[in-house]
């Protein structure tokens, strides 16, 4: 996992592990969801992805956007 920034500093995201066609989140609960491109989408993976670059704005977009789109819990 590649910690994530949180350049707002109130984020739920503690870390992410990007993939080819999916994204793991740690959220700082120690939940780890795996979001894949069936399960939410590629422009959805996609976003997640650069959001999770950019270190800002992950958390809303989840909360808003994909919110249970996940293919499994992990932990």
């Not at 700082?28 to 650069?50: E, P």
Request: hydrophobic share 40%; charged share 20%; net charge neutral.
């Amino acid at each position: 996992m590649k910690p994530y920034s949180n350049l707002n500093g109130d984020s739920g995201v503690r870390a992410y592990l990007p993939g080819p066609d999916a994204i793991a989140i740690e959220f700082v609960d120690g939940s780890v969801y795996l979001y894949t491109v069936d399960s939410a989408g590629a422009a959805a993976i996609a976003t997640m992805r650069r959001l999770a670059e950019n270190g800002r704005g992950l958390s809303a977009y989840i909360s808003q956007q994909v919110r249970e789109a996940y293919a499994e819990k992990l932990r």
